[in-house]
Structure formats: structure tokens, C-alpha cells
């Protein structure tokens, strides 16, 4: 459990995480796009910001990448020791490849579930692949037993203000070339994106309105925001395995996401599948299920696009990951 000084996460800690990123070189700077098929379509400026061009493929590299480098800058020792991590997959090939480059010791904890295309790309880096027999939830429980029995560091996909932090330099990339956007689209899982985001959004334009999109198959910060506190909801399979498992009780990202995320709305596994077929028929894009969960809402209807003022709002939509197996993607292609 995190105290109270350890759980504080403000926009300094992601401007350093910015330039920690920057002076590394591990990370890149993504682009943000214009969408003029789908903005003409839907009657916005849609923005895509393409976190599918990332290192490993994911957004979730920067936040990997700003633990280890903060560890090694502050306490060497503890980055000697090792970490330890559960990952849907993502957060792992960051985690990996952060690794890597340090030459930091690794041991990835992975649910049953994992996508076989990230799994595929795991097992080119030199770290201790483990795959748990059961979810997501399952396999986190597993890291922290690897944790105390074993004295590594756990790093947390999302429950880490240093992950934060460097996830939120997403939306301070997106924002410092979009500052007059009205509407930023993030998708949300354990809430390390979303509350990085937010709260750097929330910081720097307080009238942006930051919208949430989780699957309806694995919603548990919505259904935890609805309820005013963390609760538990079932997890079903989806196509934005990314996105799946509970939140970790006492998770910092709960308070941050009800602080600063709007709203989060729920997509179908459907609407899931037809954005994942539009980007890679229409765009030419391949996007990972909880990437497409931006334009699955959009797609759907579930997005307020109304802005007071404004005709034609522009929208920002965070696209987080590619790394989807061939065999999923032929299915849905299907």
C-alpha cells in the first residue's frame, strides 16, 4: 500500500517525467493526426494521437521507462534488486524493454489470457516470462508473492505515481500541439493513462472535457466511479485485453480518475470489433482493441459531442497500442 506522500502525483512529476523521457531517447514523440474521413463522418476535428508507433508498440513504454530511470537516478539500490511485474501483455513488453536498455533484471508475471502476439514479442527480451494459471487479477497476486518472497521491486501497471507520471506525458504531447482542443477521448483499465492524462489536461485547459472509454466486458473503474469507491466488477473475455482486470485495492488512480475524468462511458465488444475493422480497412491502421475504444464510443454514440459554441469540436482520441494477434484481427476482419 502507498502512503499518503508516495500516492501524491501532480503535473511536475510528469513535466520531469517529460524531460527524464527526452533525455533518455527510449521513448518517441508520437504524432498527432488529423482524421478527415472520420471527421467528416462524424462532424468533428478528430485528432488521433498515434501511441501505435511507440517503441513496443504501446503507450504503456513511457511509464515503464520513467520508473526504472527514477529508481536508478534515486535509489540504486533498490534498482539493483530487480522488479517485478503483472501485465496483460503491454505494460510487460515496456517493462521489458525499459529493462533492456538499463540492463535491469526482470520477471514478468502474465495471465493466462495473453495476447500471443505480445507474448511472441516478450520472448525477445532477456527477462523471466511467467505465465499464471488464471486472469489478469490472478497473475497480480502472483507478482506481489514474487515480491516479498523474493525482494524485487513491484512496479504496477497503473497503482505507481512514476508510471503515471510518465503515461501523462501522452496527453502534454497531445496538448502542446492541440491547445484548443474541447474534448480528449482515453481509454481506461487500471486508470495509469487516464489519470496521467487528466490530470495534466485538467492542469493546463480546466474546461477540457476528458472522457473515459472502457469495455463493457471488464468495467471496473466505472462501475467503481458510479459507486463513489473501488468495488470489484466481473471480467469477461474481450477484445481489449489491455483494458481487462479489477483495480487494485487502494489504487491511487481511483482518486485521480473521480477528480479529473468527466465521465466514463462503456462500449460493446461489437462496437470494439467494428472500430478495429474501420481502422484497418479504412485507415490502414493496425489498432489493438483497447486503442479502438475511443472510436468504438464514437462509433456507437456514446459520446457527448456537443460543446457549447462550436460547430465542429475538435476532438483528441488516444490510440494506445497495435499489438493485436493475427488471428484476432483475422476474425474480426472476417
Known sequence: MLSAQESTVTSQDILQAAQRLRQSGFVNHTPLEYARELSARLG???YQKLEIFQRTGSFKVRGATNKLLKLKETAPDSFEKGFVTASAGNHALGMSYAASRLGAK?????????SPAKLEKLKGYP??????EGNYDFAEVYARRLEQEQGLVF???????????????????ALNELPDADILLVPVGGGGLSAGVALWAKTVLPNLRVIGVQSEASPAMQHSLVAG????APEL?????GLAGNVEPGSITFELVQKHVD???LVTEEAIAEAI?????????????????????LLSGKINLAVPGKTRPKVIDILSGRNIAAAKLKKILA
Open 44 to 46: 468533428i476535428e478528430l
Open 106 to 114: 526482470a520477471t514478468i508475471v502474465l495471465p493466462q489470457s495473453v
Open 127 to 132: 527477462v523471466e516470462l511467467i505465465v499464471a
Open 155 to 173: 512496479v504496477s501497471a497503473y497503482n505507481d505515481p512514476e508510471v503515471i507520471a510518465g503515461q501523462g506525458t501522452v496527453g502534454m504531447e
Open 229 to 232: 469507491k473501488l468495488v470489484e
Open 237 to 241: 473475455p474481450s477484445l481489449a485485453d
Open 263 to 265: 465521465e466514463v462511458v
Open 277 to 297: 475493422n474501420f481502422y484497418a480497412t479504412e485507415l490502414q491502421l493496425l489498432v489493438e482493441g483497447s486503442g479502438a475504444v475511443g472510436l468504438a464510443a
